[in-house]
């Protein structure tokens, strides 16, 4: 069956160091791929889209790459604060439609200690 | 900025209920999205719409249903709620061209007493 998973075992780390966060999946050959952080009691909130054929995509302190070969995402988070404590997920557009239907990973929860 | 707004944060409702979650987008998108959250099972999809008066079921169907009357409003319904249907509901919004993120509401805490 068609599968994504994220590390289920919470990430705690030390401030000021790199959070990577990682996100396999099985079964597709998605478009591309999105990243989401998610606060207690609140929606998703969008951070980065990397398309199928872009290794890697930076946004200020964020970092993600796509390997299509060994169907894996990996997300970083360099010089981390204790406010990117959050729970981070990936998402995959497997569709060629225009719905536009997003297959979710389950999240996983980073701890950033001060 | 994209806005999506559901009508309530939290709400309580009794068994046999019929209960009306709405949502409403400022952003002319056309697709729209209702997922519940649970503990470990994430996010799951209800139903959706890519257009006025047009729906397809998601992955949970089973005990909802939904409207789509204008293109800016999705509502939920939960014909007959029940215990079981307790739970964090997010709608969501995205224009149908590709490589666009979807925008989520606050969410809606449902309890089912």
């Known amino acids: 069956s068609q599968k994504i998973e994220q590390n289920s075992e919470a990430l705690n780390i030390q401030e000021g160091k790199t959070a990577t966060l990682t996100c396999n999946y099985t079964n597709y050959s998605p478009a591309y791929l999105q990243w989401y952080r998610q606060d207690p009691g609140r929606g998703p909130v969008f951070l980065l889209l990397i398309r199928e054929n872009e290794k890697e995509k930076r946004k200020e302190r964020l970092k993600v790459t796509f390997d299509t070969t060994l169907k894996q995402s990996l997300f970083h988070i360099t010089a981390s604060q204790p406010a990117d404590s959050a729970t981070y997920l990936c998402?995959?557009?497997?569709?060629?439609?225009?719905?536009?239907?997003?297959?979710w990973g389950l999240g996983t929860s980073l701890g950033v200690n001060p | 900025d994209v806005k999506v707004t559901q009508s309530s944060r939290y709400l309580v409702k009794r068994t046999g209920e019929k209960v009306f979650l709405e949502c409403v987008q400022d952003m002319d998108h056309e697709n729209m999205f209702w997922y519940r959250q649970d503990p470990g099972l994430g996010l799951r999809l209800i139903y959706f719409s890519y257009d006025v008066k047009m729906k397809e079921k998601g992955d949970i169907p089973e005990g909802y249903s939904v409207s789509r009357e204008k293109k800016e409003r999705f509502s939920l319904i939960l014909e007959s709620a029940s215990t079981n249907q307790t739970s964090m509901y997010l709608c969501a919004s995205t224009a149908s061209r590709a490589n666009q993120p979807q925008h989520f509401g606050d969410g809606t805490r449902l309890s089912i007493l």
């Open positions: 998402a995959l557009d497997p569709w060629a439609g225009n719905n536009r239907k997003l297959i």
